[in-house]
């Protein structure tokens, strides 16, 4: 899947160091580099010539640096020399980002899904990809796809296993797309791709781990550590939706009692629509009805304390700084918030109780930069 044409003259180590540091710090000396980085002032200038030479790069500015206000320049990513497309893909829509190599988000385009066949999603995206690369000052440097779709994915190999809501099993989406647009594709799983964008980005600057949970249609998870998302060697990892945690229902996963079979919003509607007599077909809805009838609040005082039960898990299992809450399921939050808290105070094991909870509204839009941000970090890398 790799085409080198394009790419970074250097993605060594140290290479890779500067360019992450100043992506995501901004401009800074070269000294702060060094110190950034651990990388020495000769090392740096090393790295930073050949970047700097093939545009990548640029000297700008000057700030007086040192007790004897030596000028110094400092050293900045040139935005436009590169740019990268992520899309979020939803069962009824894509959505797409343009980011440019500094990170910033330079063009955000959505378009409607006629059907979730598989070849209709792969000329949607081409389609985005295409209309926002004409929206780039540089069309022609648009270097990267990267996808972030819901399920089983394996980013190794391009393949979307499984995903539940598109209803897809065994599609090669990476190579499918990359056929379509012609560049280097990558496709992982979405919230391990938000994730990334967090961590670069978010809510998860500066933190050596941090976890983010996401509710909603599904419950899913990922998790930062020391600057990876971690993958799972199969495509799955931080299935938090499918943790056996929440009674004895069947999942349509083929499981019993996993806590999406409480938590998930299509069990929320459909126990709502049980405890009032009338059926609830949205979440802002049921919200109302958790609002004003007790027996409707009893279903997200349930609901709480099963994400408790499985924020404790992710806490004792991983240890994160914090723990990063978002998604559409969030509009339940002051419903769900007692319950939540009180089941992982119980839960929590010792020390972990001391993770941090994040609440943190994320439109689709931050998605899509997650997706970008996996892109942006594949060409630094140099890898898919
Ligand atoms: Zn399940």
Redesign the pocket.
């Known amino acids: 899947m790799n085409s080198r044409s394009g790419w970074l003259p250097s993605t060594s180590p140290g290479a890779v160091a500067v360019m992450s540091t100043l992506v995501t710090e901004g401009a800074m000396s070269r000294a702060d580099l060094s110190r950034r980085t651990g990388l020495t002032s000769a090392a740096v200038t090393k790295v930073v010539t050949p970047l700097a030479d093939a545009g990548y790069l640029q000297e700008v500015g000057r700030s007086v640096s040192g007790s004897l206000g030596r000028p110094a320049s400092l050293v900045e990513v040139c935005g436009e020399a590169a740019y990268f497309v992520g899309v979020k893909v939803t069962d009824v829509e894509i959505l797409g980002v343009l980011v440019d190599l500094s990170g910033q988000i330079r063009a955000t385009q959505s378009r409607k899904l006629a059907s979730r066949d598989v070849d209709e999603v792969v000329e949607s995206i081409g389609a985005l990809t295409e209309s926002l690369r004409e929206s780039a000052d540089h069309p022609d440097r648009l270097r990267y796809v990267a996808i972030g779709i819901s399920g089983d994915v394996d980013r190794e190999s391009g393949l979307v296993s499984y995903s539940p809501f598109l209803r897809w099993h065994g599609v090669r989406l990476a190579q499918q797309v990359q056929a379509k647009v012609g560049l280097p594709t990558l496709v992982e799983n979405d919230v391990r791709a938000l994730t990334a964008g967090e961590h670069w980005f978010g809510a998860g600057v500066g933190k050596p781990s941090f976890a983010v949970v996401t509710v909603g249609a599904g419950i899913g998870c990922a998790m930062s550590v020391r600057g990876q998302v971690l993958a799972g060697v199969h495509g799955v990892s931080g299935e938090l ?2 943790l056996p945690i929440a009674g004895d229902r069947a ?5 019993v009692g ?1 806590l ?2 409480v938590a998930g919003t299509a069990a929320i509607l459909r126990d709502v629509s049980t405890a009032v007599g009338s059926e609830v077909t949205d979440l802002a809805a049921a919200v109302a009805w958790g609002e004003q009838d007790p027996r409707a609040a009893a279903v997200f005082h349930e609901v709480g304390r099963v994400l408790g039960l499985g924020i404790a898990s992710v806490v004792n299992l991983f240890g994160p700084q914090s723990v990063v809450l978002t998604g559409e399921g969030l509009v339940a939050l002051d419903l769900v918030r007692e319950p939540m808290r009180a089941a992982f105070v119980v839960q929590a094991y010792g020390q972990a109780i001391h993770s941090e909870l994040i609440v943190r509204p994320l439109t689709f839009e931050a998605w899509a930069r997650g997706a970008a941000t996996m892109a942006l970090q594949a060409f630094i890398r140099g890898a898919v």
């Open positions: 939706g499918h999942c349509y996963c083929g499981a996993c999406e079979t």
